[in-house]
């Protein structure tokens, strides 16, 4: 009798992601299927696809290559190292309270770089506009631009400051403020006394109200917390002796 042998080698497959079929001993000129169950795996809001498989042979006789498949089939002929490629792409949103609730919201390749931007002030036809205050959530700046290298999931925040307009139209002086462009929540006070003036020899004028936002006999009005825009006209009255 005769002992009759055969040389098989063994092919190794690697991947940091999924199971990935093909390990294993086989016959020389065997033919070996080696494939992934999953090509997209989901971790959380990270996620892998897989591009290819790269061939290394053991045997310095046949050449190393790359393979842009998802499933592929290889002819044994030395130890084999399969190793599975695979792209990383984070969950990148980029949120807004105002003008567009959401800037972005799409998946970004692990080590790309993200850039977006927005306006410094949005100006609206209500007598209210909006300044940028700065990003928060995964990152802080307060500029307007952002650019950023991703390399995990990211929520981004565009905060923003409301300002109301706030403006008195009278043909006396009237004390208090602030008037122009004020942040909401400031306090407002303004005063129109002394509500009897002489403004000439046997005339003067005297008070008789508020007109416009805030409709009041009373010289004297507040806003401890601005909430919408205020635009006043004094009332004055003309008297002659």
Request: proline content about 4%; glycine content about 8%.
């Amino acid at each position: 009798s005769k002992a009759l042998w055969k040389p098989q080698y063994y092919v190794e497959v690697i991947s940091d992601f999924g199971n990935i079929t093909g390990s294993g001993w086989y016959d020389n000129g065997s033919i070996v299927r080696i494939e992934s169950s999953e090509s997209e795996i989901y971790l959380g809001e990270t996620k892998a696809v897989l591009t290819g498989f790269q061939i290394d042979y053991y045997s310095e006789k046949y050449n190393d290559y790359i393979e842009n498949e998802t499933s592929i089939e290889i002819t044994v002929c030395s130890p084999i190292t399969v190793t599975a490629e695979w792209d990383v792409f984070h969950h990148v949103v980029v949120a807004s309270n105002y003008v567009n609730p959401t800037i972005f919201d799409g998946w970004i390749k692990d080590g790309e770089l993200l850039e977006t931007s927005v306006e410094k002030e949005v100006l609206y036809g209500n007598s209210t506009k909006i300044v940028f205050k700065r990003w928060s959530g995964d990152i802080d700046s307060e500029n307007p631009h952002l650019k950023l290298v991703v390399n995990k999931p990211m929520k981004i925040i565009a905060e923003w400051t409301i300002y109301y307009l706030v403006k008195v139209a009278s043909d006396y002086d009237v004390e208090g403020g602030p008037t122009g462009w004020v942040r909401r929540g400031e306090q407002v006070f303004f005063n129109a006394s002394p509500t009897i003036r002489i403004i000439d020899k046997g005339i003067r004028v005297v008070f008789s109200g508020w007109d416009g936002s805030i409709i009041s006999d009373n010289p004297s009005i507040e806003d401890k917390n601005l909430t919408s825009p205020l635009i006043l006209k004094t009332l004055w009255k003309k008297q002659y002796l």
